[in-house]
């Protein structure tokens, strides 16, 4: 009994390796078949019979994603749209993709990187959807453009044009030349080459102070007089120097006469010129030393008359440049060294700021200036709120902060109304041209809800629509728009708040709105 089922198991199973192997070899023949009649394709349907596609893809970073379809509002794949989906922020941040400054990832953010491609609105990109609106029916079986009811659900509104004539205003997309902004910030320094400390060429007491704090001086003006021992020395010496010059000069013109005459020798003619050469010698070096006390070639001419005067041991002190007196370290009957800083002089004529640039905005600015174009600054103050003075970009510092990741920009500005005062803080604006156009609005005209900003544009008839936009920068009163609306279209600038109250009634009644 036993080995008559072990006999049948032994049959069974033959069978099933003769079936399994049979089935195996349909699979294959078959495979084999839809393959070459184009009918089987390996991996998704949309990249069949693309390996180029494939192969270029696969070269792009980690968050290329294949041909999808693109965010109505924004742009942007939906799959990477976070302005639709706002959980993707958070796997944006972690990968270190993610500007803060416009709260975009840094791979979409074409303010910061104007490289990438943007293609703007065209005029029928940006009323196509509007057409697909005519098409919509609501619950009350009539078109929802045409329902008083419903119509605000597709953020239309219907004006009578008396109300809208005079309600509200509008104007027209602007299209103006594509530029980057950098604002900037940063502290008023000294012009360091019209800068000047003044200290004394020699020590002594001071007797009078001539100029103060806070005034004006013009170079050559008198600061202070210093009664000086050393100077008294100085103007001794060469006193001492000058009369010995006049002797031996004198003795060496009678040696020589006589020494042509024959009447002298020749021993008493060379002692004679030693000695002159030497009286040359310290009269020289006497001279030098009162030059290097300050005085110049007139007052050197006058000291032997300064002895009736008693003026004999004065040290005037005077400036070496016009300025502003910035510093004062010096009073009346005060002592004073030769390495001390009397006083501090600058020409604040002109002022240099130095701003903290951030290295992703380094590229455009270095390429203008390497080009040696004129590169402009508007700087503003709080202490002139309403006044913008102008300066010229001139220098970018070689180092940057490992800290900050920032890097020194110099801005030099006329000062000739000293308003300006070193220490205070800045802004500035700098303006970077771009190759492109982009759509601008008037600010005023940008409304928001919740994350969302958008403008109202008249569509047709007395049909007006909320237009959802991609700003970009704002530019003074105007701001760019990357996508949403088209140049030439009319925007709604003043009373538009009164529309955006009828598309949002519901929120609106729930003070849930901006």
Known sequence: MTTKSKHNNNSIMQKANNLGMALFVFLILSGTILRLSGNLHFGSPNTAGTEDTLTENHAHEDESVPDETLCGEHGFPESLCTLCNPSLIAVFQAKGDWCEEHNL???????????LSQTPSTASDAT????????????????TIQCDECRYELGLVKLHPSVSEALIETTIAGNT????TLNLTGQIQLDQTKVVDVVPTAGGRVSKVVKLLGQ?????????????????QAKAAFMETQARLNLTTATFEREKGLYEKKVSSEADYLDALNDLRAAEAYYTAAEKRLILLGLDDEQIRAISDEIQDGKFAELVIRTPLSGTIIAQNVT????????MSMYRIADLSNVWIWYDLYEKDLGLLHERLSAGRTVKAKV??????KEEFEGIVDLINNEIDEHTRTVKVRVQVTNDEFKLRPGMFTEAEITLPLEGQVTTVPAGAVLSDENDSFVFQHWKDDLWVRRNIVMGERKGDFVDVLDGI?????????GAFMLKSDILREKMGAGCAD
């Open 216 to 232: 004006n001086v013009n170079k050559g003006d008198i600061l202070a007089i210093i009664t000086s021992d050393e100077l008294g």
């Open 380 to 385: 503003r103050v709080k202490a002139f709120e």
């Open 486 to 494: 088209a140049a030439g279209a009319t925007i709604v600038t003043r």
């Open 128 to 143: 196509k959807d509007l057409d697909v609106l005519e098409e919509k029916m609501c619950e009350h079986g009539i078109q």
């Open 105 to 115: 990832p840094e791979s979409q953010c074409t303010i910061c990187n104007p490289g």
């Open 177 to 180: 030349a594509k530029t980057k």
């Open 332 to 339: 009346t009957g005060a002592l004073v060294e030769p390495a």
